[in-house]
């Protein structure tokens, strides 16, 4: 096990440094409390979006460092030099399976050297520890063996850096636009721009991991298990994650997980064309599902361990499934986290109704929720809005005039309540009573309206002087015979939200999916408002389409997010790129983010809150004996003006008639609040003045109620700004690359023992693919060809292990062969590495070719720009890797040139260049065919105008595949308003904006196809 890492103590209050955008403003009241209760409880912090002149168009940034892990241009084998390995191991105590001895022999240990101590704590440590070593556990093939295992230490190469601000800059509408606020400018706002990713100086730069510099959001393309080892061991991030949302694939039908195409989200198991066509995530495949649940498990395992060590003890993990295999991840999790760190396990709604014909249909999935540990764990409660007549709010059915006047309500008039809620204050009676044991203070009987009330078998909820408030504050009614507690909507118009999440399909979901198993947002919004601060860390290594980092980034935390699959990677890249949102006003703008938004407060009037209010009994003191005087006042006047009897309807003596000639006289709650036909003219001005009384009581009463409420802070619902607008704010896109082709002594012999294989140390697999080669030869565009004569491995033992193949082409040119990994792309450490070991063969290779299942697009980029040798690219059939996992080979050609992308610069008059691509080779799986130069695939394209040569910095962003309503037209219709029409529009084509050159003289294209292949050229101009 590697070292404990130790959780930042800071992590919870951040440092103080000054926060980065100069343009956040104070809010106009930052600490105005919202109107006590609406109904509404939305529409008071959301301000009607103005737009036009004044708006500014802003993203959020983070005062937080990180390490300067490298970029990727800057890496060489000496500057970024392998790492080695961790060892991971599972902890034996947090599993009875790998404690558990058939022999008892522990267990007999445990209870003689317990009893040897004599110690009780001890004795209990060992009594506790025997019940553990006696529960069940889940075992499943290969757990116990498995107690330990190693993770390659790599480094995460910074390969993009995007700042959509920094591409909108591009096409916003031309300057000098008469505006409203002269500090504000037309379109985007400057000084947004500067800098939002500092280039380190030379020197330090290159001194990877030793540097801080700003925060920038990562989206990785990677392993999990490779990219959270390296975030822990590399860059000492242990304990800074608040929330790690993990969904992995479910377990089931494995194949449907993967998609293989950007834009076809019908991907089915189990067939042939859907299966992907990246090597990394074949090995994912196969890693996961070859021994079905079995490899799965463990798959999880090693990744919920190192997911434990990246969470700050405050943090929760969720983790998304389906109810095939919620028992066995919740076994899992116990084992990892511990079962007392279990926080819930939420069943959420999916969708409306299965397709399945057969039997009960399945409309949930779940989330299984723990905390790094339970008693430290960060948690806001959120709240629904009570619905009348539904959720939180149905038993309210009554309601109360200004007057006093009391009445249940018809449906209809519930259903319209709204229209009467200045009139009317709906109520229900609510429960009075608890099972608590009674103490001091608390009665069995209190006198309520001439009836001794009783608390039947519970206890009141409060004793006798709250009681007492209570009935003085007007908050007590009777069910029947039942006092109970008058529970006023606008006491509390939300209630907290409960772990069963009925809500979350979305109308026409399906249909805005980007991805084959993208999760509904507001699923993982609840758990990141649930468990994190603005400015918090939160990891998803399962990225998917990024709806995580999505939310994330939608709410001002930090996100850190992976995965193996460039499709996944493209999809999210393209969603968080082109994604708008509300600018959510900061509490404390000098703090940034870590200080917070302006949430709206919601009053929670409480019965203990009234119980405990002193002011009630001053109220009663001050006010009651006038309405005492009143009461006399009237029955003396009833009584001169001998009205008629009158029947009592509440209270002790409810259905009694008064007869005020024979001196019956009328209790304070028996005094009718309509004046009765038969009474003479005489009394009413004495009723009236009662009345009055009375109300002048009640509404110094509930003013003291309101302002000795709580207050209760709706964590999901900050003000909003209305002059400002929102995009995400600056990422980086990284990779993991590949740890370089294996070395001799890890490489996989073949199956049966070949001494030639054996000598030279190649790898079984290499072996096939250069016997392949020999046989096939590399096919080209528009049949070309070529042949090998012979070709032979290589000696590796005089350090040529990134060589291994030798021969000659038909034409007689000596050739060398660098395969690249079987499951990951070719990268620049192989192209240095082969090319400085071709160097030293005698005689001198004419060629290399490098054959790769994926090309890094850095080292396909290299290989282009060879001198002195000629280098080709040769695309590897995947068949190589599946043919046990397809039906049927679709064809039987297995190795392709593949050529540089075609990229065309033009000059303008005006000493300005304008890119086009025209296309780049396609190696089309289903054919089985080179396409040459098409630009239908292309489904990104990015354009760095002064390329720097240490990672890609895009100023313009080109979606050509994007439909109606995809791309930048993503963006909201207000930020759109910003923006010039017809040069967004040429962000969705092939062609560029006309731009200058840079310091650097050098531009660098990025296009990457629909299966989320990229190609990187970089050309100088002039
Ligand atoms: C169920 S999807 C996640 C979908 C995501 N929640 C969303 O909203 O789009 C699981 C993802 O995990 C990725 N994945 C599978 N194995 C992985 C691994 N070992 N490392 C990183 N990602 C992996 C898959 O490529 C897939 O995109």
Redo the contacts with the bound molecule.
Sequence with gaps: MPAKPHASADIQTGNQDEFLLETQQAPDTPSKSPKPASRKTKSTTRNSRATGDDAQILSYRHADKRVNNPEVGMVTPATDPEAGKTKWAYDPHLDPALGFDPQRSQIETLIDDALASGDSDQMRAALEELKRLQSPYLNWAGKAERTAFDIDIVSLHVHERIDPASILTAVRKAMGAKTKNKDAVKGLQPGLFDAPFESLPLRDAIDFYRHERGWANRLISG???LVMNSLLQKENMAGRVQMIYI???YGIKYGS??QPFVGKRDVKDRKDEDLTQEPE?IK?FRD?WELGIHSYLTYLRDRLLLARELLNETGSVFVQISDENVHTVRCLLDEIFGVENFVSLIPFAKTTSSSTNSGLSTVCDYLVWYARDAHKLKYYQLYFEKQLLGAGGGAYRKARDKIGRTRSLTIREIENFSAQHDEWQIFRLDNLTSSRPAGDGDVSSIPFQGRACSPGKGTFKTDKAGLSRLIQAGRLGLAGNTLSYIRYLNDFLVFPISGLWEDTTIAGFAADKQ?V???SAKVIERCLLMTTDPGDLVLD????????AFVAEKWGRRWIT????RV?VTLAKQRLMTASYDYYDLKYPQEGLKGGFIYKTVPHITLKSIANNPEIDTIYEQKHPAIEAALEKLNQALQHAKAPALTITEGGRKGQALDFSKGDTLLEWEVPFDYPKNWPATVQDALAAFHSCRQAMQTQMDTSIAAHADQETLYDQPAIARDKLRITGPFTVEAVPFPSVKSLDEADGPAEADTSIARTGESGRQHQWRDELLKAGIRGKGGQKLNFADLEPLPTDDGLQHLHATGHLDSGERVVVSFGPEYGALEQRQVTNALTQAGNLFPLPKMIVFCAFAFDPEAAKDIDALRGITALKAQMNTDLLTDDLRKARAHNQSFWLMGQPEVEVRKTKNDQYVVEVHGFDYFDTVKGELISGGKKKIAMWALDTDYDERSLFPHQVFFPMAGRGEGWEKLKKNIQAELDESRLAAFHGTVSLPFKAGDNRKIAVKIVDDRGIESLKVIPLD
């Design positions: 392993d999990s298990l969904d992995p694939p997980n993967f995530m994912a996961t991805y198993v993208e999760t290594p399962t990225c998917g389409s990024g709806t995580t992976c995965d193996t699959s996944a």
